[in-house]
């Protein structure tokens, strides 16, 4: 379901995706559409709030595959996809997702990556804030499950912490 939405960025109007829950392949599917869509212009950009069902390791787009254990992740049930971004792998399991796709020129949400991150992260925050939901910045990550990753910490995203990374206190 696609709802439009007051911009949080000062150029144009985004859209709201409330997508519920998917497969690890239908969700990078939608994420790439919309990737698509804001490249060739059809879109301003757009945030995608969603989750994965059943859980799902989603490897960074130049993450080499052997970063993970497939036998380990089949046994356990995990989908495993690539993703259409950067990063390390994340394991996608009873959490919220969101996806934001803006062009690089956008003032607010644009630019370099670490930039546009911590912005993002920085809207991220401020929308928990008004729910009532308190933030900690630069915490330390979950990890994901050691026995489908090999080389603990190389390959999950989340085992060195971003400068621009909140977490929920």
Known sequence: MATSCTSVSTSDTLTLHLDGPGSGAENMRRDTELLQRCARGDIAGAVRVYW??????????????????????????????????????????GEVTYAVVC??????????????????HAH????LALLGVQ????????????????????????????????TAA
């Not at 991220?124 to 929308?127: I, N, P, Q, T």
């Not at 933030?135 to 390959?155: K, N, S």
């Open 52 to 93: 994965f069902a059943p859980a799902c390791l989603s490897l960074g787009r130049l993450q080499p595959a052997t970063d993970v254990d497939m036998g380990a992740c089949a046994r356990d049930g995990v989908d495993v996809v690539r993703r259409p971004s950067g990063g390390r792998a994340v394991l996608h399991d």
């Open 103 to 120: 062009r690089v020129t956008d003032p607010d949400l644009g630019g370099g990556v670490l930039d546009a991150c911590a912005r993002i």
């Open 135 to 166: 933030t900690l910045p630069r915490a330390r990550g979950r990890g994901v499950r050691r026995d489908a990753l090999e080389g603990a910490g190389v390959a999950d995203c989340f085992a060195r912490p971003a400068a621009h990374c909140s």
């Open 124 to 127: 991220v925050a401020r929308g």
